[in-house]
């Protein structure tokens, strides 16, 4: 059964940062994409960034381009997200997620994604 935990969500004045880290287990993930998503009260799920199965590929929503990073450790079945110059905006929930069957192209949308963490909660505050 595959497990996806994250941690190291909290609370954060802006301008600060965290990281937030997502634990895979079940199967061995190194040759899959992984990304996060997030989502704030009485908003949609969206975006915030994925990493292929190679970590040399990279995506991110323009919210949080040049802010955040995304790094995978395959030895460990873990992946990172480092948020910094954090912004009230940024509060929600953050979700990681897994995709075994994709193309680079779809790693932007929900449904590319097989199966997901519960999430942990950021709050930003002002």
């Known amino acids: 059964q595959v497990q996806l935990v994250e941690s190291g969500g909290g609370l954060v004045q802006a301008g600060g940062s965290l990281r937030l880290s997502c634990a895979a287990s079940?199967?061995?993930?190194?040759?899959?994409?992984m990304g996060w998503f997030r989502q704030a009260p009485g908003k949609e799920r969206e975006f915030v960034a994925a990493?292929?199965?190679?970590?040399?590929?990279?995506y991110y929503a323009d919210s949080v381009k040049g802010r955040f990073t995304i790094s995978r450790d395959n030895a460990k079945n873990t992946i990172y997200l480092q948020m910094n110059g954090l912004k009230p905006e940024d509060t929600a929930v953050y979700f990681c997620?897994?995709?075994?069957?994709?193309?680079?192209?779809?790693?932007?949308?929900?449904?590319?994604?097989?199966?997901w963490g519960q999430g942990t909660q950021v709050t930003v505050s002002s």
């Open positions: 990493i292929g199965w190679s970590a040399g590929i990279t």
């Open positions: 079940g199967r061995t993930f190194s040759s899959y994409a």
């Open positions: 997620a897994v995709a075994s069957d994709y193309k680079n192209s779809d790693l932007q949308r929900m449904s590319t994604y097989a199966y």
